[in-house]
């Protein structure tokens, strides 16, 4: 299928040349880019700011909650932005949309960026907070036996980590993972097509691409550890069932159709929806209001809710 001509106006920036302003500067006008306007986005009940204390650093979360005094499920989001780029405002439209449609709890976790935190500090961050969540459920009033992890882009790639490691460590369950144009494979092993076919035009490039795994990186070696590229992991076993959701005109398209793969092979309920037309970061482009956006978001509330109600 064509590139939706609703990105047209938008590509035209060349974004690879804001990668020479220095991280600080690039980040500044990543905001300014991807936050929505919060007076168009969803309603919820409440919304608090609190910090969890991680052997990483002091972390940030937003905790949304829908009406009523019910203990709800709870999807812990995690935002995108390559590891260098993005905050906590990044993902707000998608946590309220979340919480309002599910009728779920939503966490969102600030992550300490890179530089200065490199891999494996953000993984081992985020995981440690969704551990706190499931340890102070009661206190959350949440359900701890109804937990979802989910994130775009790198906040994929973390939540895709995650339930590797609760399998492993056997420290709490999940019920489901959602997992939005993640990169699950940091140095590309598989040489896949999309890499090639995708590499240039579509806002994430190649190059834009190795400017974050040069900052999320202290050695490319690093990209072969499981922890880092997911799809590299020797064992898909008693993962949680899982939703991937990935764009035609992405270079990382096929690393999440190999992932679904890897999952449904080793008998992971895995549901895989490749939106035609659609480049990388579509679901935050909210001033497009982008057809591809909107569905993507029921789909995850459906999905996220069938997941919650079994």
Known sequence: MSLNPKYEEFLKHDFDSMFSLGVDKIRAIYAQMMNGEKEKSAKVDSIEDRTVK?????????????????????????????????????????????????????????????????????????YEVVRWIYQNAK????????????????????????????????????????????????????????????????????????WHNFHHLKDRSEGLDPMCSPLLSKNFNDLPPALIITAEYDLLRDESIDYAKALTDAGVPAYLKNYEGAIHGFLSFRQLDLDEAKDAMTLMCDKIQQAFNK
């Open 54 to 126: 991680t052997s990483i650093r002091d972390t940030l979360i937003r905790i949304y909650r829908p009406k009523g005094e019910d203990v709800n499920p709870v999807v812990i989001w995690m935002h995108g932005g390559g590891f260098v780029l993005g905050d906590i405002e990044h993902g707000d439209a998608t946590c309220r949309e979340l919480c309002s449609r599910v009728g779920c709890t939503v966490i969102s976790i600030e992550y300490g960026l890179c530089p200065p935190y490199k891999f494996p500090q953000p993984e081992n961050e985020c």
């Open 139 to 210: 206190e959350l009033k949440i359900d701890p036996n109804r937990i979802c992890v989910a994130g775009d882009s790198a906040g994929g790639t973390l939540a895709a980590v995650i339930p590797h490691l609760s399998r492993d460590r056997k420290e709490f369950p999940l019920v489901y993972q959602v997992l939005v144009y993640g990169c699950f494979d940091w140095n590309n092993m598989g040489k896949r097509k999309s890499r090639i076919e995708n590499g240039e035009g579509y806002r994430l490039t190649s190059y834009s691409h190795e």
